[in-house]
């Protein structure tokens, strides 16, 4: 287990800077999505209103594209919270503390995962209960 311990430390100054970046042009991105896909919605919504003034379509179908497209929206939405509480724990310096067991989360994790509040181990673990 000593080598498994050599791998959990600290990010380093850089490391929390490169990892700040990568979050909020993540956050930028996803940002950008939602408003496009709104933009789109409505624009969608005014074709349809005039195709249902034309001819009385299927409201049901109308229904479930507006479910698809806020559950898109909710996906991003909650990246986006996941983003931000990974900014706010960078900014209060508890950021790549695994928030069960309080050991430090790898930085190989951290890179491929930067929001990630638990170690793997723990992480496996919750999911594992989860399952259950």
């Known amino acids: 287990m000593p080598s498994q311990e050599k791998k959990r430390r600290p990010l380093s100054s850089d490391e929390l800077k490169t990892v700040q970046a990568k979050l909020l ?22 074709q ?25 929206i909710e996906i991003k939405h909650n990246e986006l919270r996941t983003i931000e509480d990974a900014l ?3 900014e209060s310096g508890d950021y790549g503390r695994c928030m069960d067991c309080g ?3 790898s930085p190989a994790r951290l890179k491929a995962m930067p929001h990630a509040v638990r170690c793997r181990r723990c992480q496996a673990q919750k999911e594992k209960v989860e399952r259950a």
């Open 25 to 46: 042009e993540r956050k930028q991105e996803l940002w950008n999505d939602v408003v496009q896909d709104l933009q789109a919605d409505a624009k969608n919504d005014h």
């Open 88 to 90: 706010r724990r960078i």
């Open 103 to 105: 050991h430090w989360i």
């Open 48 to 72: 349809e209103l005039i195709d249902t003034i034309r001819d009385q379509g299927d409201a049901g179908l109308e229904e479930l594209r507006e479910r698809t497209v806020f559950s898109l």
